[in-house]
Nanobody, 120 residues
Framework: QVQVVESGGGLVQPGGSLRLSCAAS????????MGWYRQTPGNQRALVAA???????NYADSVKGRFTISKENANNTVTLQMNSLKPEDAAVYYC??????????????WGQGTQVTVSS
């Protein structure tokens, strides 16, 4: 069994910062891919930022230069530092992980989602 637990999120004023964290635990040999996606009502879930097993990062154009994703392999956590937040960044943010099991099989999991609200 694998659990994916998110923390962070909340209400922030435009221009402010928030930090999201996600921890994967359970029967995990390694995390192959960890990322953050976001979703607003009526829209599909979209990539915000991700990092693969080699440490290569990928960002949505809309967040480049403002958001930073970092991964800590030792405890299978991924953090999204969000700076200079804009009202259009408001969404439910989901952590997505692809883990490698001890049997060398890959599984994907989503977190439960955390709300980010950007408003004055």
């Amino acid at each position: 069994q694998v659990q994916v637990v998110e923390s962070g999120g909340g209400l922030v004023q435009p221009g402010g910062s928030l930090r999201l964290s996600c921890a994967a635990s359970g029967s995990i040999f390694s995390c192959d891919y960890m990322g953050w996606y976001r979703q607003t009502p009526g829209n599909q879930r979209a990539l915000v930022a991700a990092v693969d097993s080699r440490g290569v990062t990928n960002y949505a154009d809309s967040v480049k230069g403002r958001f930073t994703i970092s991964k800590e392999n030792a405890n299978n956590t991924v953090t999204l530092q969000m700076n200079s937040l804009k009202p259009e960044d408001a969404a439910v943010y989901y952590c997505y992980v692809v883990i490698v099991s001890y049997k060398s099989l890959k599984y994907q999991y989503w977190g439960q989602g955390t709300q980010v609200t950007v408003s004055s």
